[in-house]
């Protein structure tokens, strides 16, 4: 599967914290229905066994709605699942040494603050940028707020896709307009909804909203 700036429309990532009334698998397929364009599946406290058991699963729902999925941070659950695509931080494994170990085709998204770290992604290898955090968030604690200016600049350097992420909710989104991104990647906004599929669809309408509004 490819990776274009539809894709990033409206990028999904989970976090089991709000599972409760609905399993992770049950909020995945009502954000499905809602229109999610990729989803990123990320457990940084599971077995790798867990993980992937989880993420066969998880994947397959993806695939039945021609989705991309993308695994957070693990390459080898991403090989051993068979996933779209992997996504790395800038602590985590180089984009370039991701690739070497993944082949020319799986998806490769990088988390980049800067517009020299989104320059070097793009040129090891990267499909596509997570750029933030745009607005505060509480989901990731060692986040600092990126900048108006940094964001459009990022957005200028570079021709591969690019998604902002943090902070980012119903009420904002507009905000973004102008920046240059080619959509938006939400945590909460959808998994800690009572009703994940229809925060997803006005999402959805507002990213492209914004998008169209800034092209």
């Known amino acids: 599967m490819t990776c274009d700036k539809q894709n990033m429309r409206l990028y999904a990532v989970t976090d089991r914290a709000w599972t409760g009334k609905m ?28 993980f992937l058991a989880e993420a066969k699963t998880i994947g397959q729902l993806c695939g039945q709605y021609g989705v991309p999925f993308i695994i957070n ?3 080898n ?4 699942c068979g996933a779209d695509g992997i996504h790395v931080g800038q602590d985590d494994m180089a984009a370039g040494d991701v ?19 989104a320059i070097k992604a793009e040129r090891d290898g990267a ?9 505060h968030t509480d989901t990731k604690g060692d986040a600092e707020d990126m900048t108006a200016e940094t964001l459009k600049s990022i957005c200028d350097a570079v021709s591969i896709p690019t998604v902002a992420i943090g902070g980012i909710s119903a009420k904002n989104v507009a905000k973004l307009t102008g920046s240059g991104v080619d959509g938006i ?21 507002l990213s492209r909203e ?3 509004a800034s092209s």
Do not use: W
């Open 23 to 50: 399993t992770l698998s049950e909020q995945v397929e009502a954000a499905l229905k809602g229109g999610i364009t990729c989803l990123q599946l990320r457990e940084k406290h599971l077995s790798d066994d867990a």
């Open 185 to 205: 990647a939400v945590v909460s906004a959808i998994f800690a909804a009572e009703d994940p599929e229809r925060a997803a669809s006005e999402l959805l309408a």
């Open 210 to 212: 914004m998008v169209a």
């Open 77 to 80: 659950v991403a090989l051993a």
């Open 99 to 117: 690739r070497a170990r993944v082949g020319k085709d799986m998806i490769i998204g990088v988390s980049v603050h800067t517009v020299e770290e």
């Open 127 to 135: 499909d596509y940028l997570g750029l933030g955090a745009v607005f």
């Open 73 to 75: 941070d693990n390459v």
